[in-house]
């Protein structure tokens, strides 16, 4: 299994740009990397997904550099509702796994 | 379309009582996942199910834990004899595919 590990917490104001990283030293080549958000009381809710470069959706980008040793989640101009918990998340592609979570990144935006 | 549905939403227990959670997918997914999550950490997985076949289950699991999903679709985990560090989030999730789990809202309970 690839451990991931991030920064406990990250702070931001409102309008900038945030980057949180996680590391995934041991990922296996055929490992997706999955970023999730979470909310107080709501169970995580999936963001983005890649395998390498750069993938973007309307929420987030996600770089992963050619090593895919780490990957750096990106959330354009913050807003207070980005206030959560994410984390990264890395899968097997075969699926029959434990998908394990790490403790995550507490970010604060203020205003 | 992905939708489950937990429940209870809440379950307030004395300590040595079972409790049962429920977890219904809106859909058919193959593959379905219980976690705990404690206050301040991430999700910690319990077991999953592929269909109706448990095929792992965490080490950290007691034996005073068991989850079934016997037609493959709705799953429930029960707890006998709740101790007060049974305390936390119970949540179930989707696999979709592509490293996305769709989780439900959870159900959370407090162990008195």
């Known amino acids: 299994l690839a451990k991931t590990t991030q920064p406990i917490s990250m702070d931001s104001y409102e309008g900038q740009e945030v980057n949180i990283t996680c590391s995934h030293n041991n990922i296996a080549t055929n490992d997706y990397i999955t970023w999730y958000q979470q909310f107080p009381s709501q169970g995580p809710r999936f963001i983005i997904q890649g395998y390498k470069t750069k993938v973007t959706n309307e929420v987030a980008s996600l770089f992963i550099p050619a090593d895919r040793k780490s990957s750096t989640l990106s959330l354009p101009r913050v807003s207070l509702s980005d206030t959560a918990v994410y984390y990264c998340?890395?899968?097997?592609?075969?699926?029959?796994?434990?998908?394990?979570f790490g403790k995550g990144t507490m970010l604060l935006v203020s205003p | 379309d992905t939708g489950v549905s937990q429940n209870p939403r809440h379950k307030i227990t004395k300590r040595g009582q079972n409790v049962t959670f429920r977890c219904d997918p809106i859909?058919?997914?193959?593959?379905l996942y219980w976690y705990r999550q404690t206050l301040g950490q991430g999700p910690e997985f319990l077991t999953y199910?592929?269909?109706?076949?448990?095929?792992?289950k965490s080490r950290l699991l007691s034996d005073r834990f068991s989850a079934e999903r016997p037609k493959g679709s709705f799953s429930t985990l029960e707890i006998q004899r709740t101790e007060q560090g049974d305390s936390a989030m119970y949540l179930c999730a989707l696999f979709r595919g592509a490293g996305e789990l769709f989780f439900g809202e959870g159900s959370r309970l407090t162990v008195l």
């Open positions: 998340l890395v899968v097997g592609n075969s699926g029959y796994s434990t998908l394990t």
């Open positions: 859909s058919e997914h193959n593959r």
């Open positions: 199910f592929q269909n109706e076949a448990q095929l792992e």
